[in-house]
């Protein structure tokens, strides 16, 4: 079974500032997917595929990566980024769906 | 427009079995896999189990044992079931859907808070 840790576990930043998220992965595989969820809502699919942006994500979201290190980068962030980010990962074989425990990202 | 919406006993006491209904707007159920994500309060989220667009089931090994699956295509709606609850299994619990291998849970229903207590 894959494990995925992301880090920070939480982090501040300051509008305009480059934010980068990171996720793990116990052995390689072949692509990350990230999640947005704000308190009390309920998750948005973020980015798919390690590097496409789901419908309607801002394009100072990216994401990057490979084998087991992938990233989420916020070229500029901006208040309505808060929220908290989790990665994850599907393994084939039993059919198992991971995800990392997250990353809280706060306004500095 | 897809909607996903979870229904279910806000309420479930200790050892008793759970049972909650997705109902699905916008999207055949024999087209997509639909999945159950649960939430514990404040804390991250946990992959349960999923339906497949033909039928077959497959569920996370750490739940096999207590959890099960089905679905009504004819009313769209997938079901989940999980016995003996303990207050360890209190959070929300969401359904959410597949488009493709790669585009895993594009849309999510709201999650429907279940707390296990006596």
């Known amino acids: 079974e894959i494990v995925l840790t992301q880090s920070p576990t939480t982090m501040a930043a300051s509008p305009g500032e480059k934010v980068t998220l990171n996720c793990l992965a116990s052995?390689?595989?072949?692509?990350m997917n990230w999640y947005q969820q704000k308190s009390g809502a309920s998750p948005k699919l973020w980015i798919y595929g390690t590097s496409n942006l789901a419908s309607g994500v801002p394009n100072r979201f990216s994401g990057s990566g490979s084998g087991t290190s992938y990233s989420l980068t916020i070229s500029s962030m901006e208040a309505e980024d808060v929220a908290t980010y989790y990665c994850?990962?599907?393994?084939?074989?039993?059919?198992?769906?991971?995800f990392g425990a997250g990353t809280k990202l706060e306004l500095k | 427009q897809v909607q996903l919406k979870e229904s279910g006993p806000g309420l479930v006491q200790p050892s008793q079995t759970l049972s909650l209904t997705c109902t699905v707007s916008g999207f055949s159920l024999t087209s997509y896999n639909v999945h159950w994500v649960r939430q514990p309060p404040g804390k991250g989220l946990e992959w349960m189990g999923r339906?497949?667009?033909?039928?077959?089931?497959s569920y996370n090994s750490a739940l096999k044992s207590r959890l099960s699956i089905s679905r009504d295509t004819s009313k769209n709606q997938v079901f989940l079931k999980m016995n003996s609850l303990q207050t360890d299994d209190t959070g929300t619990y969401y359904c959410?859907?597949?488009?493709?291998?790669?585009?895993?849970?594009?849309?999510w229903g709201q999650g429907v808070m279940v707390t296990v207590s006596s």
């Open positions: 959410t859907r597949a488009r493709t291998t790669v585009v895993l849970f594009d849309y």
């Open positions: 052995s390689s595989v072949s692509y």
């Open positions: 994850l990962q599907l393994s084939s074989y039993p059919p198992m769906y991971t």
């Open positions: 339906m497949r667009y033909n039928g077959d089931t």
